[in-house]
């Protein structure tokens, strides 16, 4: 079966700027959360959506919002980019028994 | 809290050597645990995993038992090979009226051949 999809690969934007990223889980999957990785911070938990509702959220400003869709289609939203923002940010879809699913990701780099 | 603790590196091998990479978790319920590989520019892979206590999760001569008492879930391979060479990161499940992952810091590996 296809896997975590995420959509663009690479973005480059600029200060100020808002950006959005998207992910598409396996089929059947209807938990989708986002975490985003740097070297500094390493892998943090952004937001986890379930049946399009926000179950839970990580520690980040309100610039960071997400929402699913009705076919669990996922998107990630930042606005007012900032430099910090550089990074890598994955999606991951899960299933109880079939665990974690991780994409490609996004590199995103705000200049 | 909800933490995964895991032995910094880089960790240099030579191939064929034997592989540990330390993990801890604290003791919050029973998580279920992991260990993810990620390759360079890729994302997370799946590596292994267990759900309860005492369980051993293995994959491609990696191993990993899900200790209780020690609250553990060291890496383990028995003969690396250069295509080893990646970050590990063990993670913890964390179950809080939904499903998310905390995960360690990374780990390093470097398989010289």
């Known amino acids: 079966k296809a896997g975590v999809t995420q959509t663009p690969r690479y973005l480059i934007k600029t200060r100020g700027q808002q950006v959005t990223l998207s992910c598409s889980p396996i089929?059947?999957?209807?938990?989708v959360s986002w975490y985003q990785q740097t070297p500094g911070q390493g892998l943090q938990f952004l937001f986890e959506?379930?049946?399009?509702?926000?179950?839970n959220k990580g520690n980040f400003p309100g610039r960071f919002s997400g929402r699913q869709f009705s076919n669990s289609r996922s998107e990630m939203n930042v606005s007012t980019l900032e430099l910090g923002d550089s990074a890598l940010y994955l999606c991951?879809?899960?299933?109880?028994?079939?665990?974690?699913?991780f994409g490609s990701g996004t590199r995103l780099t705000v200049v | 809290g909800n933490s995964v603790t895991q032995m910094e590196g880089p960790v240099t091998l030579s191939e064929e050597a034997f592989l540990t990479i330390n993990c801890t978790y604290t003791a919050t319920g029973y998580p279920s645990l992991f260990w993810y590989v990620q390759y360079p520019g890729e994302g997370l892979q799946l590596l292994l995993k267990a759900t309860k206590a005492d369980d051993k999760g293995s994959n491609k001569g990696f191993e990993a038992t899900y200790r209780k008492e020690t609250t553990s879930f060291h890496l383990e391979k028995g003969s690396v090979q250069v295509s080893d060479s990646a970050v590990y990161f063990c993670?913890?499940?964390?179950?809080?009226?939904?499903?998310?992952?905390?995960f360690g810091g990374g780990t390093r590996l470097m398989v010289k051949p």
């Open positions: 959506y379930f049946s399009e509702t926000q179950r």
């Open positions: 089929s059947g999957h209807r938990s």
């Open positions: 993670a913890r499940e964390i179950n809080n009226a939904g499903n998310m992952l905390t």
């Open positions: 991951a879809s899960s299933l109880p028994t079939d665990g974690y699913t």
